[in-house]
């Protein structure tokens, strides 16, 4: 195997020492470090949305979206609350054998070094958006782009060497070896987005040193779909939410469960909403990405085969990376697409009975990272809530909880554990401390 270009337990050393000479802990330095990458995104965000166009062919539109004014409102909300959330919070201590003018309290401790290891599907996103948590608590930071969006990689990587404190960030670019000799070194928090395959050997790593882990990772979201919704309203906001980066995100719509007489109309909507936003011929169109790679257009076009019919796409072409966004209607929960994570552009509409089904059907299988709802019927949207388990429940909308910066995101089971953005951030990159003062 080729030498590694690069030292990790010196890196991991090097950024420790910063650590512990304190400069990390200032509000001071962490509101100067959170203004800096926001610099960094808002000066690059041309270089940014061309780079994620090389890598995905994402619409540049979608990404200025998604990777810089999504990052963007995230700094700015914690630059916001910041001060507020690092307040000492006081503790009763009433129930407790103690002297009177006792006080306890906690705070947000920082942790130390953090390694964030990100994936290729949101490439500047899935790294900022943890980097904004690690820097507001206190901390120095790894960062490990992935291998897969090349381009965003190395524009990151240079981009952070120029614009945050190289004393206390370090980007270290590369794929298995990179990230392997770097989980060989003793962090205080790993951060990871990705598959759980990964997952698994990144929580393999971090218990060789007692290291708590953030794991980011997918699965299959559902949606539940019943006859009192507005099915336009719902098929626009299904495709949209589905088709967006041609199906490369995690919480992007898996399959859809719903009853055959709601199955039939929703399908017929969903087709002429996908000729609206992308054409008679999608792979034309400029509001439309490609896969990643053609590992994973292998993988997504043998699960274009299905017992269900085609309502919409079905087309491929290796050579482009191009599956059309598709629509597959009476799919068998037997079929290959309900077998595992989809991410990619093809939409299977599974029938069932009704509600009671739907949820059985859920909770059979691995808890989804988001599981939606399109229904008007409250009881329905209390017994999906209350009667499943997934990371969150959204109804009405697809992927627009993460628009709301103090929603914890993260999943449960496969799909993950602990939660981030927002003030959530802040607590899982911190160690909430508690004090004591007992008077003499
Ligand atoms: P990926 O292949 O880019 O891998 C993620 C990271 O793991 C990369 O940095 C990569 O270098 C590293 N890696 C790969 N193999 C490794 C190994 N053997 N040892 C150590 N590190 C290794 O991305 P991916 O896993 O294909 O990402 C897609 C998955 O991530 C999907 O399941 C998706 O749902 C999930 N995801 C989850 C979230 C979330 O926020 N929960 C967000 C995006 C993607």
Redesign the pocket.
Do not use: D
């Given at each position: 195997m080729a030498p590694l270009s690069f030292d990790a337990a010196a890196l991991v050393d090097r950024l420790r020492g910063t650590f512990r000479s304190g400069r990390t802990r200032p509000v001071a330095w962490r509101r100067e470090q959170l203004g800096r990458l926001r610099d960094l995104l808002t000066e690059n965000s041309v270089g940014i949305t061309d780079a994620v166009y090389e890598d995905l062919q994402r619409p540049h539109q979608d990404s200025l979206r998604a990777e810089v004014n999504a990052s963007v409102r995230e700094i700015d909300h914690v630059l916001r609350h910041l001060d507020e959330w690092l307040r000492p919070q006081p503790v009763p201590v009433d129930g407790s054998p103690m002297p009177p003018g006792t006080t306890a309290s906690t705070s947000y401790d920082p942790l130390g070094v953090v390694l964030i290891?990100?994936?290729?599907?949101?490439p500047v996103h899935?790294l900022a958006m943890p980097m904004i948590g690690a820097l507001a608590a206190g901390n120095t930071v790894v960062v490990?782009?992935?291998?897969?969006?090349p381009a965003t990689s190395a524009l990151f990587a240079r981009r952070v060497a120029a614009y945050l404190d190289s004393e206390a960030v370090a980007v270290v670019e590369?794929?298995?070896p990179?990230?392997?000799a770097l989980?060989a070194q003793r962090f205080d928090h790993i951060f990871?987005?990705?598959?759980?395959?990964?997952g698994r050997?990144?929580a393999r790593a971090a218990a060789e040193h007692l290291t708590p882990v953030t794991l980011?990772?997918?699965?299959k979201c559902p949606v539940f779909v019943d006859s009192t919704t507005d099915l336009d309203i719902a098929a626009r906001r299904l495709a949209e939410s589905k088709f967006a980066n041609a199906g490369?995100?995690?919480?992007a719509p898996d399959y859809v469960l719903t009853d055959r007489a709601t199955s039939a109309r929703l399908a017929e909507k969903l087709r002429d909403v996908v000729t609206d936003l992308y054409g008679e011929d999608p792979s034309r169109s400029p509001r439309f990405g490609r896969l990643v790679n053609e590992r994973?257009f292998d993988r997504v076009e043998r699960l274009l085969s299905s017992s269900g019919r085609t309502v919409v796409g079905g087309q491929s072409d290796r050579d482009d990376r191009y599956v059309a966004p598709t629509v597959l209607v009476g799919v068998s929960p037997a079929d290959p697409v309900m077998q595992e994570?989809i991410?990619g552009p093809i939409l299977p509409i599974v029938e069932v009975e009704g509600l009671d089904e739907a949820i059985a059907y859920i909770n059979d299988h691995d808890s989804p990272?988001a599981l939606y709802g399109f229904t008007e019927d409250e009881t329905a949207r209390a017994r999906l809530t209350d009667g499943t388990s997934s990371?969150g429940v959204a109804f009405g909308q697809a992927m627009w909880q993460l628009l709301v910066p103090d929603l914890p995101?993260?999943?449960v089971g496969e799909?993950?554990m602990g939660n981030y953005h927002g003030r959530s951030s802040l607590a899982t990159f911190s160690h909430l401390k508690s004090r004591l003062d007992v008077p003499a």
């Open positions: 290891i990100g994936p290729w599907n949101h899935l490990k782009p992935s291998e897969l969006a590369g794929a298995a990179e990230t392997t989980l990871y987005t990705g598959n759980g395959a990964v050997v990144v980011e990772l997918g699965g490369q995100t995690c919480v994973h994570e991410l990272l990371g995101f993260g999943g799909s993950g």
